[in-house]
């Protein structure tokens, strides 16, 4: 799969790329050159990619050059990679403009043992509310879908999998007295996948937080506070440090 940044040199020297088109096929297409030789002597481009050697947009280290192509043209030398490394300072530019590097967080790991009123009432008016595609969307409108996707690994693979997992099994205490061991299975798979959601959709509202311009920025600050939330069986339930419910009320 093409990574950004993802171009096409051509013959004479021009690099050509669109912002948020990561898709080698997609450059062709959008500037109407023909992909139909094989012969490296008669080639007149070649498809390359410069991307991060540790895999990260959000905080990469050095960049790597490559041609994509199985036949390389026998045109191409190293005055080539350097028209091609121009043009990638204009994408990195264009990048950085649009990306937030902070430190990733954990909110379980912030000694939250209390909420207040300010924080409740955020809460109470975003519980139950699904932004999944709306953050995707906007997200991925603005930077392309293959650094958003990236970026949105990288938080996820921080703290997403901690988080979900924690709530996972704090919910999984309280059903526990709840319910016979004959029905435990059924309703375990049901209680964990409404609650997964709920937890998911902050995930990835917090991981937007690190794009120039994000919308759902309350939310983000309940994260980034130390909080986590979820309903269940209309009770709102807010967790503070490991995981542990610090706040728990009747939804009205």
Not at 110 to 123: A, Q, Y
Not at 153 to 173: E, F, I, R, Y
Request: charged share 25%; proline share 3%.
């Amino acid at each position: 799969m093409c990574k950004p940044f993802s171009a096409i040199v051509k013959k004479n020297g021009d690099v050509l790329w669109q912002w948020k088109m990561d898709s080698h096929t997609d450059i062709l297409n959008h500037y109407n050159i023909k992909d139909d030789e094989s012969d490296p002597e008669r080639l007149e481009f070649a498809r390359i990619e410069i991307t991060p050697r540790n895999g990260s947009y959000l905080y990469p280290d050095d960049w790597e050059f490559k041609i994509d192509e199985n036949i390389i043209p026998t045109w191409f030398t190293k005055s080539y990679e350097l028209f091609a490394w121009d043009e990638h300072k204009k994408w990195l530019k264009m990048l950085d403009e649009n990306l937030i590097r902070k430190p990733t967080i954990n909110p379980f790991s912030m000694n939250r043992t209390s909420v207040n009123e300010e924080e409740l009432k955020i809460i109470r008016n975003q519980v139950g509310i699904q932004v999944w595609n709306q953050v995707g969307d906007q997200v991925g409108n603005q930077v392309g879908i293959q650094v958003w996707n990236q970026v949105g690994d990288q938080v996820w693979n921080q703290v997403g999998d901690q988080v979900g997992n924690q709530v996972w099994n704090q919910v999984g205490d309280q059903v526990w007295d709840q319910v016979w061991d004959q029905v435990w299975d059924q309703v375990w798979y049901q209680v964990g996948d409404q609650v997964w959601y709920q937890v998911r959709n902050q995930v990835r509202v917090y991981y937007g937080s690190f794009f120039v311009g994000f919308k759902f920025k309350e939310m983000v600050k309940i994260w980034e506070s130390g909080l986590v939330y979820y309903s269940y069986n209309d009770i709102l339930y807010v967790l503070g440090k490991d995981g542990e419910v610090i706040h728990q009320e009747e939804i009205r």
